[in-house]
């Protein structure tokens, strides 16, 4: 179970920084950029941010099963 709970650890973090950089990182409106392709990017982002929510909610599950198991 030390692994689980070292995995999940890590999970927590690497999932809390994706979804910090793509938030960041969400395109504004420029001149640079067209509306075709803010709209695209806003879609991946999207895509990004649904994965980066279930592995997060994932990872906590995980760390709290593996101290529940513990105790018991």
Known sequence: MNT????SIIGI?????????IVA???EASTSYTQLDIDNA???MGGGLLATMYGLAYSITCLV????????
């Open 13 to 21: 973090i690497i999932f809390s920084i994706c979804f910090l950089g």
């Open 25 to 27: 990182f969400m395109p």
């Open 42 to 44: 806003d879609a991946a």
């Open 65 to 72: 099963q593996s101290k529940k198991i513990k105790s018991d």
């Open 4 to 7: 689980v709970k070292v995995m």
